[in-house]
């Protein structure tokens, strides 16, 4: 008989002593997670990316900001697999070339993308929607009829307690508010223990309070794994932001901290307005 939630009542882990042996190995020696160089993509004659440059630390929560049109997504599609660019070069660590890689293979590199409408099967229970979303799982038929093992217990409770609904395990995703299916959403993710998660718009459509308790949740997630948000929420941003990456028309047109930033004429110029 499969063994079901009242398992989950053991202890929880620390989410960094769950080992990442299914990961192959990433070179952070120099400190840095993530390398975009010279990334030129073009759709029918238009520049969406123009060149564009990134670094971002190893463990580091970056924001991209920018107009629509900027080349934020682009850039999302490019390091997941989705688009494959003109020239340049996406690096994951210094050893692990992205570029020509599809999608399921960086997946299975560590990288995680949350698009900003939340995807969760909102038929089944919060449990069903992790035990599901488990890295390397059997066929979703087993998943549903067979048991726990340790290791899915331990990685469930762990998730759990970061999202903030281990209330909720028996609750069908779809009866879920829209901030808690985001949060599902990202601890779906988060059951393969990414080391890299790209995040967009996750405060769209929040109440306030919602937003802010998202906002904590991606600040905590930091450190142990690399973390870049695409947001144009500025409340949000100013929250979570240690360093932001402004972007327009495919170029990075600034890079600083929010102090920075808001201080910084071209960006007040192009983007943030009046408002500041």
Same mark, same amino acid.
Request: aromatic share 6%; proline share 3%; net charge negative.
């Given at each position: 008989m499969r063994r079901g939630p009242p398992e989950l009542l053991k202890p929880l882990l620390k989410f960094e002593s769950i080992k990442n042996d299914h990961f192959p190995y990433v070179d952070v020696s120099h400190s840095v997670g993530l390398y975009v160089e010279g990334l030129t993509v073009t759709f029918d004659g238009f520049r969406a990316l123009d060149g564009f440059n990134l670094y971002v630390d190893d463990g580091e929560l970056r924001c991209l900001i920018g107009a629509n049109g900027a080349g934020k997504t682009t850039l999302m599609d490019v390091i997941t697999g989705r688009t494959k660019p003109d020239s340049g070069e996406v690096y994951f660590g210094q050893n692990i070339n992205l570029i020509g890689k599809t999608e399921t293979e960086i997946a299975? @590199?560590?990288?995680?993308r949350k698009f900003q409408n939340p995807t969760v099967f909102e038929h089944q229970t919060v449990l069903s929607n992790l035990e599901l979303a488990l890295h390397g799982k059997r066929g979703i038929f087993d998943t549903l009829v067979g048991d726990?093992?340790?290791d899915d217990l331990d990685r469930i409770n762990e998730v759990l307690a970061?999202?903030?609904?281990?209330?909720r395990i028996k609750s069908p995703a779809g009866s879920l508010s829209h901030g808690q299916k985001q949060w599902l959403e990202i601890g779906m993710l988060l059951s393969a223990n990414p080391r @890299?998660?790209?995040?967009?718009?996750?405060a769209a459509g929040m109440t306030r309070g919602e937003a802010e308790r998202t906002a904590e949740l991606l600040k905590d997630l930091a450190g142990d794994r690399t973390i870049i948000v695409i947001?144009?929420?500025?409340?949000?941003i100013r929250s979570i932001a240690n360093k932001v990456t402004?972007?327009?028309q495919g170029?990075?047109?600034?890079?600083?901290?929010m102090t920075e930033i808001k201080k910084n004429p071209s960006v007040l110029e192009v983007y943030l307005g009046e408002e500041y």
């Open positions: 299975q @590199l560590g990288i995680a726990f093992s340790s970061i999202i903030g609904l281990k209330d @890299l998660l790209l995040v967009d718009e996750p947001e144009h929420d500025m409340e949000f402004v972007m327009h170029q990075m047109l600034a890079e600083g901290s």
